[in-house]
């Protein structure tokens, strides 16, 4: 147990992550043709879904609501694109990714302009326990923690409960935190200006949809189809960095190809939801080199199977991932409440 924790801290250079984030690098081209295929066999299914659960609420709502977990797929997978839009992987120019971005970014709730940069942020420093808080789930290390007043606990207790992690916070950060770039008016006023264009377009698509269907209809059909995808998202973002194995150091220690490599999970989707997720679960390697299309992550696997075991999660194990919610620096791992209350009894 004490090996595999120190590899935590100080992860596994059997495998340099440099050279093989320099290596990976000839995976980086889009495929101009197969990233338009993919995006119309993401965005054609979802309206056609969508009209279907319209048309189905005149014989069943429950029928309604069964359709809204594809159509939810399908939302979920129009996300990754603009994700892979945002790193400049899903075509070959710049400019059309973010064009292409901004207009998901409408289905999405997402603005695209604002959420890139977080997102930047994100990767830059991902596992880096100096520079947490932008871009990433809120984790506090054990002795934050401990060191905050019992309201503070509380909070942080709340904020990390299941029921507001996946459920009420999802709808909170696509519904209403999307709507204002609070925390990045530091980076100027562009994360203003995508977010207002991205809350005025959203406000006029949703109008001419409820002008053709009808509000109650509308929030019907959308209402199951926006939770469902909102809190699939949050659950394999959540997954791919707060698990077993994943890797957090200060500054001094941190090294970015390397926490990249082994601070993020390789999330073992069946193949179905491998598709509909975009192969998001391979984080590894998209940490470690995000420039690559999702569709060509399969042939990295391939191509490097001593990647297959690093921070391997299967679904059954991801369950255990949702009472880790302190990082215990001594420890070098992620803990949950009740082991650091166990603890405290025994101390």
């Known amino acids: 147990?004490?090996?595999?924790?120190?590899?935590?801290?100080?992860?596994?250079?059997?495998?340099?992550?440099?050279?093989?984030?320099?290596?990976?690098?000839?995976?980086?081209?889009?495929?101009?043709?197969?990233?338009?295929i993919e995006l119309a066999i993401t965005l054609g299914p979802f309206v056609l879904l969508w009209l279907l659960m319209w048309v189905s609420l005149e014989w069943s709502y429950w029928l309604c609501l069964l359709l809204a977990v594809p159509t939810a797929g399908f939302l979920v997978r129009l996300f990754m694109i603009q994700h892979d839009c945002g790193h400049g992987a899903f075509l070959r120019r710049r400019a059309s990714n973010d064009w292409l971005g901004r207009v998901l970014g409408v289905l999405t709730l997402t603005p695209y302009d604002y959420w890139r940069r977080s997102h930047a942020i994100h990767h830059a420093t991902s596992g880096n326990l100096d520079h947490r808080g932008i871009g990433d789930i809120n984790t506090l290390t054990v002795r934050e923690y401990q060191t905050l007043p019992w309201w503070g606990r509380l909070r942080y207790w709340i904020y990390r409960h299941p029921v507001v992690m996946f459920g009420v916070g999802p709808a909170y950060l696509f519904l209403l935190q999307f709507r204002l770039p609070v925390g990045l008016m530091r980076k100027g006023w562009q994360p203003w200006i995508s977010t207002m264009v991205n809350n005025v377009l959203i406000g006029v698509l949703i109008s001419v949809v409820v002008w053709a269907v009808g509000i109650a209809d509308f929030l019907a059909v959308h209402i199951p189809v926006m939770l469902l995808a909102t809190s699939a998202g949050v659950w394999l973002f959540y997954v791919q960095h707060q698990f077993d194995e994943t890797a957090w150091a200060p500054n001094d220690d941190w090294?970015?190809?390397?926490?990249?490599?082994?601070?993020?999970s390789h999330y073992d989707l069946p193949a179905?939801?491998?598709?509909?997720?975009?192969?998001?679960?391979?984080?590894?390697?998209?940490?470690?080199?995000?420039?690559?299309p999702f569709y060509r992550l399969p042939q990295v696997l391939r191509d490097h199977p001593e990647l297959s075991s690093i921070g391997r999660l299967t679904p059954l194990e991801s369950l255990k991932c949702v009472r880790l919610v302190l990082w215990d620096e001594a420890g070098q791992r992620l803990i949950s409440f009740s082991e650091l209350r166990s603890r405290l009894k025994q101390a």
């Open 255 to 264: 090294d970015a190809q390397q926490f990249a490599l082994h601070g993020s």
């Open 1 to 36: 147990m004490t090996e595999n924790r120190t590899m935590q801290t100080t992860p596994d250079t059997s495998i340099d992550a440099r050279q093989l984030a320099r290596d990976l690098s000839r995976y980086r081209e889009p495929v101009q043709g197969r990233s338009i």
């Open 272 to 292: 179905v939801l491998r598709w509909f997720t975009a192969n998001i679960g391979m984080h590894h390697i998209h940490h470690l080199c995000s420039r690559i």
